[in-house]
């Protein structure tokens, strides 16, 4: 999954320390490995919030989810969405992510996508280090 709204035209992308983050902090945080909170919107109307695992690409974010999640079934129905990023420091610095999203393939074994499993590995190994691999 990725977002159709580069995060370059995101809103509310800021640093409590400064306001605005510039475009090179915003990469920067983004290729951290920091678990994201994605929020959709349920069949109810109400926000369903859950952490994930991204992959900034420098023009969108890439979501590897299981078929059977709640949230892709909420985003099937309703694309809209939005991802937060946020460190953990003083500044509580952060970036906001909303717009539309988008499934690009699936859902699949990985087995099955050669791009796919890429990602995911590239993920595993970000978030859990070496050991990730083993993960997928």
């Given at each position: 999954m990725t977002s159709q709204r580069h995060a370059s035209e995101a809103f509310g992308t800021v640093s409590a320390r400064e306001g605005a983050l510039?475009?090179?902090?915003?990469?920067?945080?983004?290729?951290?490995?920091?678990?994201?909170?994605?929020?959709?919107?349920?069949?109810?109307?109400?926000?369903?919030?859950?952490?994930?695992?991204?992959?900034?690409?420098?023009?969108?974010?890439?979501?590897?989810?299981?078929?059977?999640?709640?949230y892709v079934r909420h985003l099937v129905a309703r694309p809209t969405a939005s991802l937060l990023v946020a460190?953990?420091?003083a500044a509580?610095?952060?970036?906001?992510?909303?717009?539309?999203?988008?499934i690009v393939a699936g859902?699949?074994?990985?087995?099955?996508?050669?791009r796919m499993r890429e990602i995911a590995t590239r993920m595993a190994v970000h978030y859990r280090g070496e050991a990730g691999a083993r993960y997928i």
């Open positions: 510039s475009a090179a902090e915003r990469d920067a945080l983004l290729r951290e490995p920091i678990v994201a909170a994605l929020a959709t919107i349920d069949d109810d109307g109400a926000p369903y919030i859950v952490h994930i695992w991204i992959e900034w690409d420098g023009e969108a974010i890439w979501l590897l989810c299981r078929a059977r999640a709640a460190r953990a420091d509580q610095t952060r970036v906001l992510i909303t717009g539309e999203a988008e859902p699949a074994p990985l087995t099955d996508d050669a």
